[in-house]
């Protein structure tokens, strides 16, 4: 098993009477990436601001990389790369520019920002002012500055959130290359296609709490209902039927649809983690 690169053990953290985290325990194992899923004031943003070392959790513990984060911070620091929603770049600077003003920051020498402009597709753009990129380029260059300082662990925030797919497959690439590096990555997002693509196993996160943890397979199969969706044609006109295939009678039902006349399609489809998340909290992840 791969060595853990985050621990989190019963920590919680108030704003005033309202608790945006509620005593939560969780780990990340090197190479793996973990989708960290929720609505929005769910928690997780407040989770990566504790992971991060913005704050220090009320109550609980946070280990990284073996380090304690509220007594280690600044050794933390230089071994993590985070990407948030907002972007904080320098705006009237180059892309090159920029990577080589927070490369100093991180004390790297002889800095060539080349190959990492190359990975997120902007290399042609190198030496155009921030101001003139759209936003999925600004993302884009959001994830190289993360990149920097080869870190063991990602902390990425809505990486793709409102992105061209161009700018969103580009993210999702470096995504996969950097867990096979072997890089623990805590992703957020509230695209679930995205989260069952790109996860090992999936968090989800609701009134401050984890509701379920696992890997996206095992919680469409434990609280997902599996189906079969078949379209027939009956007196020139198409219908739809959905047929439960954990029912008792799925047999006869499969059975007597698809000897039927006018069969038209037949599909299997599986539990989707949206699915999933509305059937454990109540709610879908955009409310």
């Given at each position: 098993?791969?060595?853990?690169?985050i621990?989190?053990?019963?920590?919680?953290?108030?704003?005033?009477?309202?608790?945006?985290?509620?005593?939560?325990?969780?780990?990340?194992?090197?190479?793996?990436?973990?989708?960290?899923?929720?609505?929005?004031?769910?928690?997780?943003?407040?989770?990566?601001?504790?992971?991060?070392?913005?704050?220090?959790?009320?109550t609980?513990?946070?280990?990284?990389?073996?380090?304690?984060?509220?007594?280690?911070?600044?050794?933390?620091?230089?071994?993590?790369?985070?990407?948030?929603?907002?972007?904080?770049?320098?705006?009237?600077?180059?892309?090159?520019?920029?990577?080589?003003?927070?490369?100093?920051?991180f004390?790297?020498?002889?800095?060539?920002?080349?190959?990492?402009?190359?990975r997120?597709?902007?290399?042609?753009?190198a030496?155009?002012?921030?101001?003139?990129?759209?936003k999925?380029?600004?993302?884009?260059?959001?994830?190289?500055?993360?990149?920097l300082?080869?870190?063991?662990?990602?902390?990425?925030?809505?990486?793709?959130?409102?992105?061209?797919?161009?700018?969103?497959?580009?993210?999702?690439?470096?995504?996969?290359?950097?867990?096979?590096?072997?890089a623990?990555?805590?992703?957020?997002?509230?695209?679930?296609?995205?989260?069952?693509?790109?996860?090992d196993?999936?968090?989800?996160?609701n009134?401050?709490?984890?509701?379920?943890?696992?890997?996206?397979?095992?919680?469409?199969?434990?609280?997902?209902?599996r189906?079969?969706?078949?379209?027939?044609?009956?007196?020139?006109?198409?219908?739809?039927?959905?047929?439960?295939?954990?029912?008792?009678?799925?047999?006869?039902?499969?059975?007597?649809?698809?000897?039927?006349?006018?069969?038209?399609?037949?599909?299997?489809?599986?539990?989707?983690?949206?699915?999933?998340?509305?059937?454990?909290?109540?709610?879908?992840?955009?409310?």
């Amino acid at each position: 098993m791969s060595e853990e690169a985050i621990r989190v053990d019963g920590v919680s953290y108030a704003y005033g009477d309202v608790k945006a985290v509620d005593d939560i325990s969780f780990s990340v194992a090197q190479g793996e990436v973990l989708g960290f899923l929720g609505p929005n004031g769910a928690g997780k943003s407040t989770t990566i601001k504790l992971l991060t070392g913005q704050m220090r959790p009320q109550t609980g513990d946070i280990a990284i990389l073996g380090m304690n984060v509220a007594k280690e911070r600044d050794a933390i620091q230089g071994r993590i790369g985070v990407c948030f929603e907002e972007k904080n770049l320098y705006l009237n600077l180059s892309a090159k520019e920029n990577l080589h003003f927070f490369a100093r920051l991180f004390g790297i020498r002889d800095f060539d920002p080349t190959p990492l402009l190359q990975r997120v597709g902007l290399a042609d753009r190198a030496d155009d002012r921030v101001k003139g990129y759209s936003k999925g380029m600004q993302q884009r260059l959001m994830v190289a500055r993360c990149l920097l300082n080869n870190p063991d662990i990602l902390f990425l925030d809505e990486p793709t959130d409102g992105l061209d797919p161009v700018s969103s497959q580009a993210i999702r690439r470096v995504i996969e290359e950097e867990a096979e590096r072997g890089a623990a990555i805590l992703l957020t997002t509230h695209d679930m296609d995205e989260a069952d693509k790109l996860s090992d196993r999936v968090a989800f996160i609701n009134d401050g709490t984890i509701a379920a943890l696992d890997t996206p397979e095992n919680l469409k199969l434990a609280h997902g209902q599996r189906s079969v969706r078949v379209r027939t044609r009956e007196n020139g006109e198409i219908r739809e039927q959905v047929v439960p295939l954990d029912a008792s009678d799925t047999g006869d039902q499969l059975k007597a649809v698809v000897g039927a006349e006018g069969l038209l399609t037949i599909h299997t489809e599986e539990a989707t983690l949206e699915a999933v998340f509305i059937t454990l909290t109540g709610r879908g992840l955009q409310e």
